[in-house]
């Protein structure tokens, strides 16, 4: 087991049989759903979003994975609506985050291209009408949480938080998870790093490193897994591609940590963050997020936001090697388990049948990390591209009580969130001069229907033809149809970490057009010569210039405007200067911490 946080192995799994196989389904097959939405007004639905990090398609047991344990998050699938054709709004982090929480395309939100950085001053706009907000708007009662990453933004004086968007509560990290160790604090098991002082010769440093039997020769930037230290001996995992390392001639606290700011609310109240022990504090905080809401009798908005599966990856001393896929495996499993607490939470609190359940991932899976990531299915490349691999992503959506469980083929998108909700509780969207690129799911979910969603659009978080709109549209989808106007690899990872050469490949404007039916992985662009070719690109382009000209003058992007010191969380700002480890760094001792954390849910309990 593991005294940090009491966990125990053997029954990790065990504890969860509180949800009880068939609790909640419905009898007869029959949807109870005449009056519903009526009901929904009269007793707003709970609902909870759990939100993956760079976990493909094809990640999961129910989506087709032959080795990943994903017992909870399956389950969800097996009694909810599991799509096939879900797609996250961009394929990189900020767009997606900031697409889901308003419906609305990056061009309009102005988070593009690229992402939010930490240093940013300028974000997502404060005035901009997100879930949690219209959810008030429908009903004052509802109470709404943030647990995990934000990556919007911290801003100046906390500008950007996510209390500024509708959030009640907020306990997380604002940026993306740090692919850096704190210098100065454990990382790695020591004799795999050597002896590197802070002011080492980088060509030293790399020769050390090249020394290292156990990185085979290889220097960091190629390693695929390394030990972590975690009370004195390598019992964990982190997994990164360009730490910068650090040998500390002071004593350290127990831990693996990474450069970042852990908050609650506005506060900072640790700085580093001890990776490995993120996915139990906020498994824990959306615990108590909803032990609060429903000892109120007041409907909750829960955004649980996993950290999992970017890197740097961490798994906990009870997941460490208890999957057949390493370090990935083991973090996967850590996920699913707090998947599994908050589900196990629900139906303690007996709100399960009042709850809509839905899991998706922000894109797909980084690849260059070879077999240390995520998987796309039989879809092409993955995260940082507009292929199949990098937007297609898990969409699972779970109320056993009204929903029928089954697979679809239908399309979806995150964007559909917030006028889905908008239509479950009777709300309102927002005016046409704001509008949203999302369409209600809620036929198809609480009635049987279809999907209203007949296109998908992706866009490229590149700004690589410089000419907005218009170059950043790389493709469109309508039915089985996809037609490629431009293609890009992802620029960050090398050519050598790929086995398909597109997915690192330099921007092309040749056009590509492939029937998803047949060709699910973008393997075989159809060729010109054929029949269908000529009107099938006439059709989506015209679908393409109508896209265009609904969305009109794009909003000026809002990364990587202006970025200052001032702006990166810092708890130790106004003692010291920039940049870390000098200042900073806050690791409170436990009891305190604890305190602290305590006080946090002590006072939300009060609030709601």
């Known amino acids: 087991g593991d005294a940090a946080t009491g966990w125990k192995y053997e029954s990790v799994y065990a504890d969860a ?4 196989p068939g609790a909640g389904t419905r009898s007869g097959g029959e949807r109870p759903n005449a009056g519903l939405k009526d009901q929904f007004k009269k007793t707003p639905p709970n609902i909870v979003v759990f939100y993956a990090d760079d976990l493909g398609w094809g990640d999961l047991g129910s989506y087709g994975h032959p080795t990943q344990h994903t017992p909870f998050i399956d389950r969800l699938a097996a009694e909810g609506v599991r799509f096939k054709d879900f797609y996250a709004p961009a394929s990189v982090c900020s767009p997606s985050r900031a697409g889901l929480l308003t419906g609305r395309l990056q061009g309009r939100t102005g988070v593009w291209p690229g992402f939010v950085n930490t240093g940013d001053t300028v974000g997502l706009d404060a005035s901009e009408y997100t879930i ?5 708007d429908a009903h004052s009662g509802y109470k709404s949480m943030l647990v995990g990453k934000w990556h919007l933004g911290a801003g100046e004086d906390g500008s950007l938080l996510p209390m500024n968007y509708g959030f009640d509560y907020f306990a997380g990290i604002v940026g993306g998870v740090a692919t850096d160790c704190f210098p100065g604090l454990p990382c790695y098991h020591e004799h795999l790093t050597g002896i590197v002082k802070d002011d080492a010769d980088p060509a030293a440093q790399l020769e050390i490193e090249k020394r290292n ?3 085979d020769g290889r220097a960091a930037s190629d390693r695929e897994e390394v030990p972590l230290m975690r009370f004195g001996e390598a019992s964990g995992y982190l997994h990164s591609h360009n730490f910068t390392f650090h040998k500390s001639k002071e004593p350290v606290p127990k831990g693996a940590y990474v450069n970042g700011a852990l908050y609650l609310n506005d506060k900072i109240v640790q700085q580093p963050v001890n990776s490995m022990d993120m996915a139990f504090h906020m498994m824990h905080a959306a615990g108590d997020f909803l032990n609060a809401t429903a000892a109120a009798g007041k409907p909750a908005f829960l955004y649980l936001n996993f950290y999992s599966m970017h890197r740097p990856l961490a798994a906990s001393p009870v997941f460490f090697k208890t999957s057949q896929a390493g370090i990935w495996g083991d973090t996967l499993k850590e996920l699913d388990f707090s998947v599994g607490h908050v589900m196990k939470k629900l139906h303690e609190l007996k709100i399960q049948d009042n709850t809509l359940v839905v899991f998706s991932s922000d894109n797909g899976p980084t690849l260059n990390t070879h077999r240390f990531a995520g998987s796309a299915g039989p879809f092409k490349c993955g995260k940082g591209t507009t292929y199949e691999g990098g937007m297609r992503v898990p969409g699972i959506f779970w109320m056993p ?8 083929g239908e399309l979806g998108s995150q964007l559909d969130l917030l006028p889905t909700f908008m239509e479950m509780v009777g709300g309102a969207l927002p005016s046409e001069e704001v509008a949203t690129d999302g369409v209600s799911l809620y036929g198809l979910l609480f009635e049987g229907g279809w999907s209203p969603r007949r296109e998908v659009y992706y866009w490229t ?3 690589a033809n410089k000419k907005g709109w218009n170059g950043n549209l790389y493709a469109v989808r309508s039915g089985a149809w996809k037609l490629h106007f431009a293609t890009q690899g992802s620029p960050s990872h090398a050519v050598q970490n790929y086995t398909d050469g597109d997915c ?3 921007l092309s404007l040749q056009p590509r057009l492939h029937h998803l039916g047949q060709d699910p992985g973008e393997k075989y662009p159809l060729p010109l010569a054929h029949p269908a070719y000529a009107d099938v690109v006439t059709r989506l382009t015209a679908l393409a210039k109508a896209h265009l000209a609904k969305l009109g003058k794009p909003h000026p992007s809002v990364t990587r405007v202006k970025q200052l010191d001032a702006a990166r969380p810092c708890c130790g700002r106004g003692t010291c200067s920039w940049p870390e480890p ?4 806050c690791q409170p001792d436990p009891k305190d911490a604890l305190a602290k954390v305590q006080g946090f849910f002590a006072a939300m309990h009060r609030d709601v």
């Open 213 to 215: 039997p156990l990185l």
């Open 461 to 463: 978080h590149h700004d």
């Open 17 to 20: 049989d509180a949800w009880a």
């Open 132 to 136: 949690p907000r219209m959810l008030k």
């Open 504 to 506: 690192a490949a330099a």
């Open 401 to 408: 009580k009204y929903v029928a469980p089954g697979a679809t």
């Open 582 to 585: 000098g200042c900073c760094r």
